[in-house]
């Protein structure tokens, strides 16, 4: 087989390649073999017609495709390997030439892995605070946990407020008519949690147990279902209970029913030490991005559409993962926001185009620094996924080669220690944060 490939314009080129004869008649041999299984030939049961007479029947030109198909993928994946290319996208394929006793000529015009032209990326300056805690900080990580600890009691006496979980029972239309998805009985409803249609529970705050109400609202123009968006609604509602968070003290009984410590102020200090902790990781995170960023805003490289696209999809069904995890799917996601899937994407656009660019940056620099991973660090790493999932290393690297992830793995480790290069040769400087008096005056005479 012969391959060459050469570049038209930025990240496009044409891969040529010619595959003999010989291929091309075992790639006939094969397309026979599966489609004379289907061949209705009378005086002949389904898959024992000659060659010679299913070709005199139906020709041999019936059996290119079928060749074409299971030669193609195959030949493709030698070629681009041969001439040490990166396709991200789908190729579009030109036939040539192919026939019986002939060599298999096509064109593939290709969107391959941009060129990165390295900057500077060594001792760049990143700003870095202390992993400090306030006594505010500490405060709403206690109210925090108070409302984690609350019980729910239910209040008969009062109007629904905000905050307050509304047991309802509520039933749409749109002029008149119900809707699907519109109705629903003994409902819980966390008022101020914006998980309705816009409007809706501002309406319900003020009623109180046994009220009835006519809710009246409007969906948004860009609301996920066309019969609906923008249209006037009205919600017949009836409220059922309402349900109120009860804070439990902050006192040493708090600190015993949530801790090992006796006392809140032995809780405080322990409570105060685990968000230092916090902090730092989040820092240490803050300053690694950082520094990427930088190192990436240095470099010049022109991404191609189809990685960003690609890397959106992706961000998406991580997305979708996350959703799941919580209760929820993407098409509830999308009918609470009042976003279709277009406008969700369209939103991701930009992270996406950073993380492409960030990578494909950090995949630059650690082959210039010669980063490469051994095999003790792999199983480090398989030792440490191991104890989180509670299987055996050894499980652990057979699922990994069984679905094609222990390369990502390699990568993965690659990607850190290329970051902790970046980290270690950074300059540390003060983050200075401009007053907000002087950001006032800047403001106004703008």
Do not use: C
Not at 78 to 89: G, K, L, M, N, R
Not at 169 to 198: C, K, M
Not at 255 to 279: G, H, I, P
Not at 416 to 444: N, Q
Request: glycine share 6%.
């Amino acid at each position: 087989m012969k391959a060459t490939w050469e570049k038209i314009e930025k990240n496009l080129g044409v891969l040529e390649v010619e595959v003999e004869a010989e291929r091309v008649a075992s790639a006939l041999d094969k397309a026979f073999n599966k489609v004379v299984k289907k061949a209705n030939v009378p005086g002949f049961r389904k898959g024992k017609v000659p060659r010679p007479i299913f070709e005199s029947r139906f020709g041999v030109e019936s059996l290119y495709q079928d060749a074409i198909d299971i030669l193609l993928p195959e030949v493709y994946g030698e070629a681009v390997e041969q001439t040490d290319i990166f396709p991200v996208d789908r190729p579009e394929v030109d036939i040539e030439q192919f026939g019986k006793g002939q060599s298999f000529i096509f064109k593939a015009k290709i969107t391959v892995k941009p060129e990165v032209k390295l900057g500077e990326y060594k001792g760049l300056e990143v700003p870095v605070q202390k992993a400090e805690v306030t006594e505010d900080e500490l405060n709403a990580e206690l109210t925090r946990l108070q409302e984690r600890h609350a019980e729910l009691v239910v209040v008969e006496d009062e109007a629904a407020a905000n905050g307050d979980i509304a047991v309802i029972d509520y039933d749409g239309s749109v002029d008149g008519v119900q809707f699907e998805g519109g109705q629903a009985e003994r409902h819980s409803l966390e008022l101020g949690s914006n998980s309705f249609i816009p409007g809706f529970e501002e309406q319900v705050v003020g009623m109180a147990t046994g009220d009835f109400k006519d809710v009246e609202v409007t969906f948004p123009e860009t609301y996920h279902a066309e019969n609906l968006a923008g249209k006037a609604a009205v919600f017949k509602v009836k409220l059922h209970e309402i349900k109120r968070k009860q804070l439990p003290a902050l006192d040493d009984e708090f600190a015993k029913d949530v801790s090992e410590f006796d006392t809140l102020e032995e809780y405080k200090t322990d409570l105060k030490a685990q968000l230092e902790s916090r902090k730092q990781e989040e820092l240490k995170g803050v300053r690694e991005n950082a520094v990427v960023d930088k190192a990436a805003a240095n470099a010049e490289v022109e991404i191609p559409e189809a990685m960003i696209d690609s890397e959106v999809q992706n961000m998406v069904r991580d997305f979708d993962n996350r959703l799941r995890q919580q209760g929820m799917n993407m098409d509830m996601f999308l009918s609470f926001s009042g976003q279709t899937r277009e406008d969700l994407q369209n939103q991701m656009k930009g992270d996406a185009e950073k993380r492409v660019r960030n990578n494909l940056v950090l995949e630059v620099i650690a082959k210039e620094e010669n980063i490469e991973v051994s095999e003790e660090e792999i199983e480090a790493e398989l030792a440490t996924m191991a104890e989180s999932f509670k299987r055996s290393p050894e499980e652990i690297r057979s699922i990994l080669a069984a679905n094609g992830s222990l390369n990502s793995l390699n990568d993965e480790i690659s990607l850190r220690k290329t970051i902790d290069l970046l980290v270690s040769s950074s300059v540390e400087v003060e983050a200075v944060e401009e007053p907000a008096a002087e950001k006032t005056e800047e403001a106004s005479a703008e």
